[in-house]
C-alpha cells in the first residue's frame, strides 16, 4: 500500500526565513507522481506542483523550490524567504499506477506552516 | 480560468436526515473524484468518475452514492448521516486519470 509520512506536524518562523517542509513516500509502483498541494485558512485546496517519477530533476518557480530524489524516496519543498502569506497547512500527496490505482490520491498528514511578520 | 464548482458551499443536517453534494468539474475535464476531510485531518479518497462509470472506490461508506451525469457533473448522495459525517467534502476533476487534480472549495457539512 501507499504510504506519504509527513514527519512534521507544525513549523513556527519568522517572516524571511527560509522553511523546508519535508515528505517521504512509500509505494511499489514503478511509475507514480508526486504533488503538493496548499490549503490555506480559508480551506480550498492549492495545487502546486506535480512530478512524474521518471523526473528527478529540480525544480524553482519564484519563492518555491522542490527536491525529489528517489534514492531515498524524498519529495521535500522549500519556501525562500517565507511571508505571512504562506502560512497554511502544506500536503505531500501520491498516486500511483496499476497496483495502487492511477486516480487515488494518498496524502500526507499535512504540516502547519505558521509565518510570524 | 474556470475552476471546480461545488454546491452549497455550507450544509447542515440533522442526524438520519439525507444530503446531496453537487460538482461541476472544469470545461473539458471528465474524471471526478470525491475526498471527505475530517477536522485536522488530511483528505481520504472516496470515489472517482471517468467518462461516467465509476473508476475508483475508496473509503466510502455503503450509506453514500455518487455518479456522474452526461454533462460531466457529479453528485455525492448522503443518507442516514451521523454525526461523524461532518467534514469538507471536496470534489476534484482532471482532464485524466493520472493527470494533476484540480480542487473546488469543498462543501463544509455539519450533521447536529
Redesign the interface.
Known amino acids: 500500500a501507499q504510504k506519504v509520512t509527513q514527519a512534521q506536524t507544525e513549523i513556527s518562523v519568522v517572516e524571511k526565513e527560509d522553511v523546508t517542509l519535508d515528505c517521504v513516500y512509500e509505494t511499489r509502483d514503478t511509475t507514480y507522481y508526486l504533488f503538493w498541494y496548499k490549503q490555506p485558512p480559508s480551506g480550498e485546496l492549492v495545487f502546486l506542483i506535480r512530478r512524474n517519477s521518471f523526473d528527478e530533476q529540480n525544480e524553482i518557480s519564484g519563492r518555491y523550490s522542490w527536491n525529489f530524489q528517489k534514492s531515498t524516496s524524498s519529495f521535500n519543498f522549500t519556501i525562500t524567504a517565507s511571508q505571512v502569506v504562506d502560512s497554511a497547512v502544506y500536503f505531500c500527496a501520491l498516486t500511483g499506477g496499476s497496483e495502487s490505482g492511477y486516480s487515488t490520491l494518498t496524502f500526507g498528514k499535512g504540516t502547519m506552516l505558521l509565518v510570524s511578520p | 480560468a474556470a475552476g471546480v464548482i461545488q454546491s452549497p458551499r455550507h450544509l447542515i443536517k440533522e442526524k438520519r436526515e439525507t444530503a446531496t453534494l453537487k460538482c461541476y468539474p472544469i470545461p473539458r475535464h471528465d474524471?471526478v473524484?470525491w475526498?471527505q476531510q475530517g477536522p485536522g485531518?488530511?483528505?481520504?479518497?472516496l470515489i472517482?468518475f471517468?467518462e461516467k462509470m465509476q473508476?475508483?472506490k475508496?473509503s466510502i461508506p455503503d450509506r453514500f452514492s455518487a455518479q456522474q451525469f452526461s454533462d460531466y457533473h457529479s453528485e455525492l448522495n448522503m443518507s442516514s448521516l451521523e454525526l461523524g459525517d461532518s467534514a469538507?467534502y471536496?470534489c476534484?476533476s482532471?482532464p485524466e486519470?493520472?493527470d494533476?487534480?484540480?480542487?473546488?472549495?469543498?462543501t463544509?457539512l455539519t450533521v447536529l
Do not use: E, I, M
Not at chain 2, 494533476?100 to 469543498?106: D, L
Open positions: 474524471t473524484y475526498y485531518q488530511d483528505p481520504q479518497f472517482s471517468y473508476s475508483d475508496g469538507l471536496f476534484a482532471s486519470a493520472t494533476t487534480q484540480y480542487f473546488g472549495p469543498g463544509r
